[in-house]
């Protein structure tokens, strides 16, 4: 049973949260929902370069695949994934001033693209990957870098949770710092050269003017051989590009090494927010070009035509779960700013339905339209037939649901998988009638800049 208000235990406040997740890193089910917080940053109102995120020793553990559950590694047979998670992820009510904590416990996940091929009824690639992985997290390290505060935080709704709360305190409070990283050099490779993308971007052309959809999300995948501990090339990666919905998770099948810049949706109170990034220009070091790459963003015909289609997609797949006429758009094609490129990010707003909750709204809304393209059940068959492969980590989603019933979730772009000693990712972006074959296979490079920049072997 849950305590009726969270229960704080202090710590001393240090913004460096890699020396924190470095004592747990290599234990399974280990999760950093990483804010990227640099010490010279100020910490903006929307709080995405607010909180970090840290637990480990899981309550239970979940891997879902076609018709069966790996529940704490017994197997257990269904019929549909929707009412599991429904019947499984579960919400209590909380007070209007515990909406100040970002997370008090509750389920932390990874929900692949292919569960969204799943839900949609769309071809899935045979691998040895779940669909979805998720643990019930009865306590977390939260680090606030708006209030510069740390605490560990539980609502106690397991008794073994209180039982070994001195010892989740022990861990925290050790003071060894976290050891030097291994330096990764690497060469990274893609199966899909200028060619061959070029004769799918055909394809997709054809399939446009043929009116079978707008905008079609494809990608290329890459990968490359490595010999390191994941968490080392995630600090390696993560220092060239500082990503507010990054995130590390030590999974049982591989880690994710997230470096997202997208949230997907977030949920506070019962209030829905995505912000969807379509239009995207690479930075340049000239100061003055750079500005003028800027420029040439926010003008661009196409990239607004492309930001605009997905913000219609996701007011649709909000409106299936929110109060008639809640559904907003609060901000058109924003410029944002990150390591190696520009983008334009839109804001949506919403109010959930009385009957309905955050994991509702996630699952009406999964895969995210950004890459997908639209109508998106259309986009996501022509991509399966053009990739004709499981994207892995890429283009899920690591997703957070608080047991208050809030939620907060990225859409895993800039995001690898470290499996068997191997890092694979891949890249893509929105094709549309007025793409280039050549601009976009270019796009997808510069997407994945920092990976180039922190790996690849001169």
Known sequence: ????????????????????????????????????????????????????IISCLPQNTYLGFDDYILKNNNKINIIEHKKFLKKTIKFYPQKNNENEFIFTGGYIG?????????????????????????????WAFINDHKLKKSYLISRFKYIETKKNWQKIINIFENKNKNKSIKDTKTHIKTNINLKQYKNNFNKIQNYIQNGDAYQINYAIDFKCPIKTKSFDVYQQIRQKN??????????????????SPEMFI????????????????????????????????????????????????????????????????????????????????????????????????????????????APKKRAMQIIAELEGKSRLAYCGNITCFDYGGDLLSNITIRTATLQN??????????????????????????????????????
């Open 421 to 458: 000693n191997e890092l694979k990712f891949f890249a893509g972006g929105g094709i549309t009638a007025y793409s280039t074959a050549k601009q976009e296979y270019q796009e997808c490079f510069d997407k994945i800049k920092p990976f180039f920049d922190s790996l690849q072997q001169d």
């Open 242 to 259: 500082n990503a507010p919905y990054s995130a590390f998770f030590n999974l049982p099948y591989g880690d994710i090494l997230s470096f």
């Open 110 to 138: 990874f929900f692949s693209y292919d569960f969204g091929n799943y839900l949609h009824d769309i071809k899935r690639f045979n691998n040895k990957n779940p669909l979805y992985v998720f643990a019930e997290y009865d």
């Open 266 to 373: 977030k949920v506070n109170n019962n209030n829905v927010i995505t912000q969807p990034i379509k239009g995207t220009i690479s930075r340049l070091n000239d100061k003055i070009k750079d500005k003028k790459q800027q420029t040439t963003l926010l003008n661009s015909e196409k990239d607004k035509a492309e930001n605009l289609m997905i913000v219609d997609l996701l007011r649709n797949d909000l409106g299936k779960s929110s109060q008639i006429g809640s559904v907003k758009v609060k901000e058109l094609f924003k410029l944002e700013s990150f390591a190696s490129i520009h983008h334009l990010i839109s804001t949506i707003t919403a109010k959930i339905d009385k009957n309905k909750n955050s994991l509702d709204v996630f699952l009406d809304c999964i895969p995210g339209g950004s890459i997908t393209g």
């Open 1 to 52: 049973m849950l305590t009726k208000k969270p229960y704080i235990h202090k710590l001393p406040y240090n913004q460096n949260t890699i020396d924190i997740f470095a004592k747990i890193a290599e234990q399974k089910w280990a999760v950093w929902l990483d804010s990227c917080h640099q010490k010279e940053q100020k910490v903006d109102n929307n709080q995405n370069n607010r909180f970090d």
